[in-house]
């Protein structure tokens, strides 16, 4: 988390992920990132995809911007926000270590 702290907002944004089968709306700030059920409506991401395009973003398979190109999923947020996203999703992301 302290990895991600710099590029966190100050204000708290939310982003709600929305699959076939559910949907999590999630608080974002420097105060860190928690699961919450209701957000501020001027400041809700939201990012709609298939289970399966939902997955490939977490796990850092394909990045955001690739899934947007390839129409895998869909963002409604100013460009700024899906900046954001796309670099918090990036630092986040699972690192494997080759020795």
């Known amino acids: 988390m302290h990895m991600l702290a710099p590029i966190l907002p100050n204000e708290p ?5 929305q699959w076939d ?11 860190g990132i928690q699961r919450v059920e209701k957000g501020d409506g001027e400041r809700v991401i939201t990012i709609r995809g298939s289970t399966q395009a939902m997955m490939s973003l977490l796990q850092g398979s394909l990045k955001l911007q690739q899934q947007l190109r390839l129409n895998e999923l869909s963002v409604t947020a100013s ?8 670099s918090i999703f ?10």
């Open 13 to 17: 944004i939310y982003i709600q992920l």
């Open 79 to 86: 460009f700024h926000h899906i900046l954001l996203l796309e």
């Open 90 to 99: 990036f630092l986040a992301k699972p690192y494997d270590v080759v020795h």
């Open 21 to 31: 089968s559910g949907q999590v709306l999630l608080c974002v700030s420097k105060e």
